[in-house]
């Protein structure tokens, strides 16, 4: 890959990291039916989203 292709990619890497960490990105894909958890999510698996939550946000900083 050329350089300015490969600048090219991580600038839209970038760009799709900072849209998918936005407020209102976050706030519309909260309300499509298919990223809500159904109520009767076995236990275990809502301790694996628990954790994922928490390190998601652990490790999350600001593009």
Not at 18 to 29: H, I, K, P, V
Request: hydrophobic share 40%; glycine share 4%; aromatic share 8%.
């Amino acid at each position: 890959m050329t350089h300015n292709k490969a600048e090219k990619a991580g600038r839209l890497a970038a760009d799709v990291r900072r849209q998918f960490g936005a407020e209102a990105t976050t706030r519309f894909l909260r309300n499509l039916p298919a990223f809500h958890a159904d109520a009767d999510v076995p236990d275990h698996f809502k301790e694996l989203l628990d954790r994922l939550d928490k390190v998601e946000n652990d490790n999350w900083r600001p593009q």
